[in-house]
T-cell receptor, first 109, second 112 residues
């Protein structure tokens, strides 16, 4: 059965800390891994990863995929209170996308 | 910047009633999806739609559910006879190809 597992489920840090969120997957016909940030409502797109070992970067956020280990990490450096959200990992095969349960990140001032 | 829109933002209905949730995907996108998120739980895939037909559906998407693209812009999800456990946030998403999906703001469905 396809599954996407994220860890930790919950994380509390202080502003300025660096965090690493993990996502591991077992999915048939893997095509891509996506990271989303979910605050109040809809997930907003962060990154899409299809190739192993190539880091995607956007400001203080970066992510990398390891297809051999069937996993990905999302790094956030110099965290801010505005980074507080649920971070969702989703893995796409040919036709659908399977989400992990998310990591709830709380950044305290 | 183009975005996916959904209406209504909140729908309250009685058990057994039919509901139609509406979505307007991004205009040059070809793939459309519905997801749901029960309060406090993970986002779950319901169905994907391409070229006017369902390309994939999950075990949640049973005979009570249907999707339609009635015209060139709308994409709808119909639940024929709602149950209490259908209460959730329903997200529509669209993508140009089968990779990046952009989500709408969601419709909160409350079944009483």
């Amino acid at each position: 059965e396809d599954k996407v597992v994220q860890s930790p489920l919950s994380l509390v840090v202080h502003e300025g800390d660096t965090v690493t969120l993990n996502c591991s997957y077992e999915v048939t016909n893997f095509r891509s891994l996506l990271w989303y940030k979910q605050e109040k409502k809809a997930p907003t797109f962060l990154f899409m990863l299809t190739s192993s070992g190539i880091e995607k970067k956007s400001g203080r956020l970066s992510s990398i995929l390891d297809k051999k280990e069937l996993s990905s990490i999302l790094n956030i450096t110099a965290t801010q209170t505005g980074d507080s959200a649920i971070y969702l990992c989703a893995v796409g095969n040919n036709n659908d996308m399977r989400f992990g349960a998310g990591t709830r990140l709380t950044v305290k001032p | 910047e183009p975005e996916v829109t959904q209406t209504p933002s909140h729908q309250v209905t009685q058990m057994g009633q039919e509901v139609i949730l509406r979505c307007v995907p991004i205009s040059n996108h070809l793939y459309f999806y519905w997801y749901r998120q029960i309060l406090g739980q993970k986002v779950e895939f319901l169905v994907s739609f391409y070229n006017n037909e369902i390309s994939e559906k999950s075990e949640i998407f049973d005979d009570q559910f249907s999707v339609e693209r009635p015209d060139g812009s709308n994409f709808t999800l119909k639940i024929r006879s709602t149950k209490l456990e259908d209460s959730a946030m329903y997200f529509c998403a669209s993508s140009r190809d089968t990779y990046e999906q952009y989500f709408g703001p969601g419709t909160r469905l409350t079944v009483t």
